[in-house]
């Protein structure tokens, strides 16, 4: 559910009595959905800070585009089921609207009537007036750059006319979204929720001083959910190091981020580049540019590897078209990283539906009921071990091909768990 902000300043809008509702269907439906896709396609989605999340309206949800309409997906299920201001590009044909729901408008860079904007906006008005929750993208777009994109305005101008109107107490609240891999299937994935947004104004200001006020306060309130950093290299290292902190651990991979953002201990960074430069002559897998080793030994990791990997094995086999569907879409028809898991998902969901239904019908008349519950586990143990069957995998490889790498490797974690501080509540 690729999200967007508004990119134009809306007039102040007549507000008229009949706020935006899905059909009860429709919602149904929407809702479904899009707990399934993040069922299939994520080991695990959490929410950082539940209890900043608004239990009812109004609320205004404020969040960082990062993985193009995958994050919609997350957010929905994360938070309280929001509207969703969408691009009208979303919804332009009949497969894309059974993904993608909400109210739409017409950005500067796409094809439409920007002319119904007016009307979208008053949507989205009525429906903050109405009590409900209202979920939109300042940037406007997604992008996994170090950094957030410029924000644009149209959220401020949109708080702004809620004011105006003399609704019920309105929270603003942010949120930012963090994934261990955005490209990867079976990854885990965390939302942020921060402290609401003030919508006291200055008195006296004009509309304009207004908006710049608000916008000042959105942008430190989504710099403090996301992660700013000075470039892509930075970034990618830092990624690495919250994998090495959270994989043997329980500690979260956003605030392990956000603990290296501005600086590396130079002693975490000194280990670093010996090990990296030592891992890599070497030849050993990574797992999210990392080389694990086995916590224990490589024994272990070899004897839980072949339960592990059968059975993984064994739902590859059995769901082979769902896979290479999604493969396929993900490989071919991307244009950037941000929209990887988008194309497989849209590619290797429906694909998967129709692929167990078929089974099931098939299996359902030849009476092979017992098969179809066979299927049904083996699939769903699959889905729920890729996640730890790669990561032993790299474990055991890399313990097998340089044991004794392995002692340093597990100095450096334990450097770099006592380097971070102590995750606040």
Known sequence: MTNH?????????QVSPAPYRPRPLSKAWFDWLYRFLNAIYFDRV??????RRPQSGPVLYLGLHRNGAVDGFVYHRALNQPLFMISTQLRKTWFARLFFHGIAVTRTKDKGDRALNDAALRQCLEHLLSGGELFVFPEGTSSLDPRHLPFKSGAAWLLLDYLSAGGPPLRVVPAGIH????WAFRRRVEVVVGPPISTELPAGASRIECVKVIKARVQ????EVGLNVVSDEYQQLIQQLATAA??????????????????IPEEVAAQWRSLEAECRGAKLWLYQGVPLFPSASSAVDLLALVPVGAMVLAAAVLNLPPLLAGWFAGNKLPDDRNVISLWKILAGVPTFVGWVALAGLILVLAGKILWLAAYILI???????????????????????????????????????????????
Request: with cysteine; proline share 8%; net charge positive.
């Open 5 to 13: 902000a508004l990119e134009q300043a809306p007039r102040s809008p």
């Open 46 to 51: 959490t929410l950082l800070h539940p209890e």
């Open 179 to 182: 994934y261990e891999c955005p």
């Open 220 to 223: 430190a309130a989504l710099e």
């Open 246 to 263: 959270t994989l043997t651990s329980r500690r979260s991979y956003f605030k392990s981020l956000k603990a290296l953002e501005s600086a």
């Open 379 to 425: 699939t769903w143990a699959g889905l729920k071990l890729y996640r730890p069957f790669k990561r032993i995998a790299v474990a055991a490889h890399n313990g097998l091909r340089r044991p004794a790498l392995r002692a340093r490797m597990l100095a450096f974690q334990e450097t770099l768990l006592r380097s971070l501080p102590d995750e606040a509540a």
